[in-house]
């Protein structure tokens, strides 16, 4: 099923993330991971781009696992580090496994390259563009509630990303954020922009106080006070951290539930044990 149908139901979604090993040979642990959090049911899964590339052939392997246990997949595809010819031959591997859903990505920069440096792809609305003329692919970008780390401001951040759902995105997740009302704030900017898809809010349960500094440098997200004591508080008592995280980023969704946001997507980092426990504590609110 296409994400934006999904969408459209009455009732919120609940989708989390997975990713691929991040070295070949270490592929059974984390499709054990991946069919422990399809077995709760969500209503998709999306399954990163193996980091750089690397181990991206996975990728396909796990959408398809996915779609294997009756779960919706979104397959993540970057394309800065990639020719046309990589993405075209991605695009027709993902068509031959039933792949649907596309969330189209730029991708990282390597060491010492630009995003203006002469590539296929510079950003991720050509990519979308290519993905929605290949055809039969629902289109999915990144969105920053706070603004992509690379944009001067706000208001560039909002041009491209406008430009981005002009190539023919129809849906849109957004980079986790830990404070809503940076969300509201976005999404009234962005309807003002003339920005209408949907947005599926991206939630990252902390369970570990030492990912937030690479969750701040990668994101841009900022650190509210009150999730800022709790590290403080919890952040050298590991199962503390791991329950005190998971409880905020629960009270963060059941807040943007309320607040009429239909979509919500768990950063689980291959945990099911994270993903039940989210689950289970919003099993009534989302009728599960």
Not at 156 to 185: I, P, R, W
Request: charged residues 20%; contains cysteine; neutral net charge.
């Amino acid at each position: 099923m296409k994400i934006t149908e999904l969408l459209s139901q009455p009732r919120p979604t609940l989708s989390f993330e997975v990713f691929p090993p991040k070295k070949d040979g270490d592929y059974s642990p984390i499709r054990s991971a991946v069919e422990e959090i399809a077995r709760l049911r969500p209503d998709y899964m999306s399954v990163t781009y193996g980091a750089g590339g690397g181990t991206s052939a996975y990728t396909g392997a796990i959408a398809a696992a996915v779609q294997k246990q009756g779960v919706a997949a979104l397959a993540h595809l970057t394309c800065f580090s990639s020719t046309r010819e990589d993405v075209l031959a991605q695009l027709g591997h993902l068509k031959t496994l039933g792949i649907e859903n596309i969330l189209a990505l730029r991708g990282d920069l390597p060491a010492g390259a630009s995003p203006d440096d002469p590539r296929p792809y510079r950003n991720a609305s050509q990519l979308v563009r290519e993905i929605a003329g290949d055809g039969g692919f629902c289109v999915g970008g990144a969105c920053y509630p706070e603004g992509h780390v690379e944009s001067r401001s706000q208001a560039e951040d909002l041009g491209h990303l406008k430009e981005k759902v002009d190539s023919g995105c129809s849906f849109l997740v957004t980079q986790m954020f830990f404070d809503n009302s940076a969300l509201y704030s976005f999404l009234y900017r962005m309807q003002a922009k003339g920005i209408s898809v949907p947005v599926v809010a991206g939630i990252m349960p902390v369970t570990n106080v030492r990912q937030i500094g690479k969750i701040i440098h990668l994101s841009g997200a900022t650190i509210p006070y009150r999730f800022r004591m709790i590290l403080d508080k919890f952040g050298d008592d590991p199962p503390a951290m791991k329950q005190a995280g998971i409880a905020y980023a629960t009270e963060q969704i059941i807040d943007l539930i309320a607040n009429g946001v239909r979509g919500i997507h768990v950063y689980t980092m291959n945990k099911p044990d994270v993903a039940e426990r989210i689950s289970a504590n919003l099993s009534d609110i989302l009728k599960r």
